[in-house]
């Protein structure tokens, strides 16, 4: 096991009612808040009717900033940052799924700087302080809600990239499982696949394998994961489903199941973050595509015995490409493509994806060329 | 799944020469500590030269307070609070196992406490600021370094009771798994006992057993807890089975393994504490007892299910008395006592065993007779 330093300040409250504590909690941090959402699925859902009374009933004014999309993007960031320093806000509330939340983060940190927001996910500057966020999370899949990066792209440069740093822990988080009661199969289908994605990066990039108890919490992780969208599929009412999801997918990139692997490798969210960048598929969808053609990759470099692990302890598969097998056969249940061409996008373009990729694999200094991307992404054809 | 909350604010530094970093880190919390610790043994392992080099470079001033036994006592607690308030110390750190974290824990609430310490134990007061606590850990099995609750035993009152509040929390606890090489295997033994004792009392008293992740990571903890031992026990020298036993121990107890299984009873705990609070055993050895005895208790009045699960996804047993068979089974690989003639106490004490056991159970509000606990104890003869 290899040295680590884990910390984790973001106080949870989880369960039937959560989003009414969010008030309360905030009004320990200010009493203006930009509030971030998305396309207005928190109008439906009731969410947004709960968060605003909250803040209300604790005394803090509101300013929206509405519109973040999947994918979101740093024009959008830019915007609310002049909102929010425009209005003198003193902390930021995100209500919604992974997007919102990175939205959020991405505010709470230009809301304090002076030069240009994507300074920070570019490498030109790093985040020092941040406005307090505040999360109500309402899609469990990319674990924003308890760690401290966030994903915005920049529509111009086409680039995907990540920020992050302490100050953008959120305070406290809400998660209400019955907010999720309502998320169509597909979006729950693609919420499963990225938080079995984070989960994965780690145990198959990690230097120092021989690490019982890391290895057990990935693999409960995934099994939870997978029993939990499973009964979700049958039953989207299943409120305990919901729930165990909803706390698994937060787990999942929390900083806990990367515990002692030392330095670890996010290829495929790098070479994902190419197809979200350039053909704005969904982030769950694009990682389906991704893994079952990196796992093969990984098969023919470092061999069969980390795929041999997991297949055996999460879906009692008997070798290495019954592992992989058995994810692609999950993906496809959760409804995701698992190859490019199910995405409608032409294996002509796997020069010009891995290229774009690059850019991530350059700035995150993983150890891959060009011609090894294209190698992965041929295996997605 | 039921409500929780969540949050644990311990900065963890896990790995070789993690003792080095308390130095700087305590630094930032005052300029003059009570340096807490045991018998001794941190004088053979090189602990002490370490913690004392670190806290030195850091420019801090220590004065000692050594002489913690297990099952600590109010008595040297409250020596340690007279020293702290003489001496102006503004911090605690404490280097040792979880009798002299919870040690530490203590002395840091009484220091700024007006009253009796015992206060906090016998519920007359409650735990409301402490001195700042830096921990070293040297032996995985309470969780102390990642909690904020400690336990301390009233020798004039034969009373084992626990004290706690957030202020407790450790600031950083810092482990090293090389300082945990050298532990004899019967106390790595007894430690894994412990571990195993936190993770069961939530997850066979839940309230709400439908909970796929929390089951998942208690079946994992467990997993690792037995198979880290295990190494242990043929390789004492083995640093990353001690290294996964150590982080197991410290996950054991920081709150994770009990999220959604509502109000949970530590029924165990409190009949355990009667038999160290009397006759004065290690922890792991009275609940290597008490479980086994509890188990079955447990499959008469709770039914098999829970037995089930966990002894299937545990120790791939194939039943309820299966998997009490089992626990015994490695409690005795750990070289524990099963049964209350192996510790040698009469069966003639069990009224007066459980006489004292229902002082905790009546603090703690558990629902439980003094004559169901002369029963679980008669099984356990």
Redesign the interface.
């Known amino acids: 096991?290899?040295?680590?330093?884990?910390?984790?300040?973001?106080?949870?409250?989880?369960?039937?009612?959560?989003i009414s504590k969010i008030g309360p909690e905030a009004a320990k941090a200010g009493k203006k808040a930009l509030l971030v959402y998305g396309g207005g699925s928190i109008k439906k859902n009731g969410v947004y009717a709960a968060v605003t009374k909250t803040l209300a009933d604790s005394g803090i004014a509101v300013v929206e900033h509405p519109g973040v999309k999947p994918n979101p993007v740093i024009a959008h960031v830019r915007e609310g940052v002049k909102k929010a320093k425009a209005e003198n806000c003193t902390l930021i509330v995100a209500a919604g799924g992974g997007s919102v939340i990175d939205t959020g983060k991405a505010i709470a940190a230009g809301a304090n700087y002076d030069g240009d927001t994507w300074d920070f996910f570019c490498g030109k500057a790093a985040v020092r302080t941040a406005l307090p966020l505040f999360t109500a999370l309402t899609l469990p899949a990319t674990g924003s809600e308890m760690n401290s990066g966030c994903v915005v792209t920049n529509e111009e440069t086409k680039q995907k990239y990540a920020a992050g740093g302490p100050a953008l822990f959120p305070r406290v988080s809400v998660l209400d499982?019955a907010a999720t009661l309502t998320l169509p199969a597909r979006q729950a289908g693609y919420g499963a696949v990225d938080a079995l994605a984070h989960i994965i990066e780690g145990y198959f990039t990690a230097q120092?394998a021989?690490?019982?108890?890391?290895d057990?919490?990935v693999?409960?992780?995934a099994?939870?994961i997978i029993?939990?969208t499973r009964r979700i599929l049958k039953d989207p009412e299943d409120?305990?489903?919901r729930?165990?999801m909803m706390?698994?997918a937060t787990?999942a990139l929390n900083g806990?199941p990367v515990?002692?692997y030392g330095e670890i490798q996010f290829i495929n969210h790098a070479i994902e973050h190419a197809l979200s960048a350039i053909y704005d598929i969904a982030h769950g969808a694009g990682l389906a595509i991704v893994m079952p053609a990196w796992f093969k990759h990984h098969l023919r470099t470092a061999g069969p015995a980390r795929l041999e692990k997991f297949g055996a302890a999460v879906f009692g598969a008997g070798g290495a490409q019954e592992a992989i097998t058995a994810f692609e056969t999950f993906f496809k249940e959760a409804g995701a493509p698992v190859r490019l061409s199910e995405a409608a996008i032409p294996a002509a373009d796997i020069p010009r994806i891995a290229e774009n990729a690059m850019g991530l694999i350059r700035l995150w200094s993983l150890p891959h060329q060009q011609r090894e991307i294209e190698e992965i992404l041929a295996r997605a054809v």
């Open positions: 096991m290899q040295n680590f330093n884990f910390s984790n300040p973001v106080k949870i409250i989880f369960g039937r009612d959560a499982p120092d021989d690490n019982i108890v890391t057990e919490i693999h409960a992780l099994r939870s029993a939990s409120y305990d489903a729930a165990s706390w698994s787990l806990l515990c002692g």
